[in-house]
């Protein structure tokens, strides 16, 4: 068995996996992500010190080599600021960069801007052009990173892109600048735009060890998630072997990351949204506010059947649970382990939207507990234990993390990962 593990969302991202990620790197030579762009953030909290990454996996914190496969698409600019912002914990050689990972250039973002406004039935985008950045991909008109390095290259795909969107971009733009802008970032990065496919497939076999990092959640994944309320690519395990260049069975597990709750950023539907004072409580004492965005995020009691959905698609073995001090001092906690619909009981998740939103929470209710970060070296309360009881019965996973706080240290590993 190969020396890997895949760590991805079994929600609608947010779920903590930066945190989670940032507390297994150590263990890992290799941190590798495989799809999305700066839509994705996650905060890791170390000595004190807050960092926000978009781009990077939180690996880098560690000195561990961190990979951005081709499965991305990667903002040149904010890569750069990104890598400032780590200098003095990693330096650039630690970074490998796919040829093949195609770039959100500046005409994207305003795609995504122009785009959204017009759609009658919003889907809350981040505005960070990664949509755009995908269409032009599968339009064959997308500008990959190995294309950023030759200017005469850079300059042609360029203007035919732009060319393309005449009529859909209302913003005028400099093919000069653009290429001048991004020609020197191509050429900063240089040195680390290498074939990662090729490194990590030999890496592997020579058993080093590798950590896959997915971005958002399964419930955005563009197959499988609440089409049209998704991002443009794959979040699921698929997306980690098509994009890393990989085949399946170098993955040798799979941890799926939970909130403790559910939240959600954007439209579409939610069927444990809840709202008023318990909502309020846990979007304030969960600092429930987009990481790229900004934007408050919905708040739901945890959906164990999404969960449920997530760990049957990608072959989840392992659950982290996350945030679930954040559900300290409540008097009750509740988990939805089946739907109302048309006047029946079920577990099934309809594909349709419109259906989704029909469907009524049943709910078990767990007495609440008292458990934060300070408690971490005591035994857990036996309300908390149920309720962890609970998720692995109805899943089939077992829970071998909790995070009982925003720091690295505020961690508790319950079970191995063998």
Same mark, same amino acid.
């Given at each position: 068995?190969?020396? %890997? ?9 947010? /779920? ?13 030579? $290799?941190?590798?992500?495989?799809? =999305? ?8 909290? %170390?000595?004190? +010190? ?31 600021? /990104? ?23 500046? !005409?994207?973002? /305003?795609?995504? @801007? ?9 889907? *809350? &985008? ?24 030759? @200017?005469? @290259? ?11 969107? /005449? ?8 093919? +000069? ?6 020609? #020197?970032? *191509? ?26 990092? *997915? ?11 609440? !089409? ?34 559910? %939240? ?17 409580? $846990? ?7 987009? %990481?790229? &965005? ?9 959906? $164990? ?26 008097? #009750? ?21 419109? #259906? $989704? ?5 049943? !709910? ?22 149920? !309720? ?7 899943? =089939? ?22």
């Amino acid at each position: 068995m190969y020396k %890997t593990l895949a760590v991805l969302g079994l929600q609608f991202g947010d /779920e903590g996996k930066g945190k989670i990620v940032d507390y297994l790197s150590s263990s890992f030579e $290799i941190v590798a992500r495989y799809q =999305g762009g700066a839509n994705a953030g996650h905060t890791v909290i %170390t000595g004190g +010190k807050v960092f926000k990454f978009h781009l990077i996996p939180s690996g880098i914190l560690h000195g561990t080599i961190c990979v951005l496969g081709n499965g991305m698409v990667i903002d040149p600019i904010q890569l750069l600021e /990104e890598m400032k912002m780590v200098q003095d914990y990693s330096p650039q050689k630690k970074l490998r960069i796919s040829e093949r990972a195609h770039v959100v250039m500046p !005409y994207h973002k /305003e795609q995504d @801007r122009v785009e959204e406004e017009k759609k009658s039935n919003r889907i *809350g &985008t981040t505005g960070k052009g990664i949509g755009p950045a995908y269409e032009d991909k599968y339009g064959r008109i997308g500008i990959r990173m190995v294309d950023l390095i030759n @200017r005469e @290259r850079l300059e042609e795909k360029v203007r035919l892109a732009l060319k393309m969107k /005449e009529g859909i971009i209302e913003k005028s733009y400099s093919v +000069k600048d653009i290429v001048q802008e991004y020609h #020197e970032a *191509g050429l900063r990065l240089k040195k680390n735009i290498i074939d990662t496919g090729e490194f990590l497939r030999k890496s592997i076999e020579e058993g080093r060890s590798v950590l896959f990092e *997915g971005a958002q959640g399964t419930h955005l994944d563009v197959d499988f998630g609440m !089409y049209p309320f998704v991002t443009s690519s794959n979040t699921s395990i698929g997306g980690a072997i098509t994009g890393l260049g990989i085949p399946p069975h170098y993955i040798s597990n799979v941890m799926g990351v939970v909130k403790a709750y559910t %939240t959600k950023v954007g439209e579409g539907p939610f069927p444990t949204e809840i709202k008023g004072k318990i909502a309020e409580e $846990i979007l304030k004492k969960g600092n429930e506010y987009g %990481t790229t &965005t900004g934007r408050p995020r919905r708040i739901g009691w945890l959906d $164990i059947n999404l969960v449920r959905y997530s760990v049957e698609l990608s072959g989840v073995r392992y659950i982290a649970i996350s945030k679930i001090d954040i559900l300290s001092g409540l008097d #009750e906690v509740k988990v939805s382990y089946a739907y109302e619909y048309n006047g029946k009981i079920t577990r099934k998740i309809p594909s349709d939207p419109a #259906e $989704i939103s029909k469907l009524k929470p049943v !709910y078990k209710v767990f007495d609440g507990w008292e458990f934060t970060g300070k408690d971490l070296k005591h035994e857990i309360p036996k309300n908390m234990k149920k !309720y962890i009881k609970f998720i692995e019965e109805k899943t =089939g996973a077992k829970v071998v993390i909790i995070s009982l706080g925003a720091s690295r240290e505020d961690t508790k590993l319950l079970g191995r990962i063998k």
